[in-house]
């Protein structure tokens, strides 16, 4: 599975934004980018995903390089709800395969009043 | 909807004791994960079951952990004898069919082992 680089952890101020991001230099070209988040003391939760076009939602943006290399999760305003440990995730979205997350450190994001 | 349950939230045991943690997925998902997650690291999966079948178990260390789904809804994951490597949260997560699907993961049991 490939492997994902993240910095360890980030600070933002509250309302400002955060640009979270995430190399992935073998990546193949099946292979999904996908965020999910752990806020303290709860289980994961999926923030974002896409493969080649950059992507939005109500949670974020995914701002994903030509050569997809490398990505970048975009947080427009960061609240004090958006303290925690984010996650940048490949995974081989094709068929038959499992499924199956494959989680690195992941990059603590602190959110400063 | 409601969400992936998980009890015990929290379980201290004595080294070489058993412990077992409950799941119930999220109503009609099909596939169920175990994750350990040990502090300051990422989750790791131990077990994902698709029905009441297992698809990987590659990383669950045998000797000592077993999980069962056995009608394909909730599950158990057991741990006999414990050990002090094992104190950590213990994370169930599920999906509607596992594959491409987002996983929902539940709010973990951390099991503490003196």
């Known amino acids: 599975d490939a492997k994902t680089t993240q910095p360890n952890s980030m600070e933002s101020n509250e309302e400002e934004p955060v640009h979270l991001p995430c190399n992935h230099s073998?990546?193949?070209?099946?292979?999904?980018i996908h965020w999910y988040r752990q806020l303290p003391s709860q289980g994961p939760e999926y923030v974002i995903h896409g493969l080649t076009s950059n992507v939005n939602n109500r949670m974020a943006s995914l701002a994903i390089a030509e050569d997809r290399k490398s990505s970048t999760l975009i947080l427009h305003r960061a609240t004090l709800r958006d303290a925690a440990v984010y996650y940048c995730?490949?995974?081989?979205?094709?068929?038959?395969?499992?499924?199956?997350?494959?989680f690195g450190q992941g990059t603590t994001l602190q959110v400063k009043p | 909807e409601a969400g992936v349950a998980q009890s015990p939230r929290y379980k201290i045991i004595e080294k070489r004791q058993s412990v077992a943690f409950w799941c119930n997925p999220i109503s009609g998902h099909a596939t169920l994960y175990w994750y350990q997650q040990i502090l300051g690291q990422g989750p790791k999966l131990l077990i994902q079951?698709?029905?009441?079948?297992?698809?990987?178990d590659s990383q669950l260390p045998k000797d000592r952990f077993s999980a069962e789904r056995l009608k394909g809804v909730d599950s158990t994951l057991k741990i006999q004898p414990a050990k002090l490597e094992d104190s950590a949260v213990y994370l169930c997560a599920s999906n509607l069919q596992g594959g491409t699907d987002t996983q929902y993961f539940g709010p973990g049991t951390r099991l503490t082992v003196l």
């Open positions: 079951f698709q029905n009441n079948g297992v698809v990987d």
């Open positions: 073998t990546i193949s070209g099946t292979d999904y």
């Open positions: 995730i490949l995974r081989d979205d094709g068929s038959g395969n499992t499924g199956k997350l494959i």
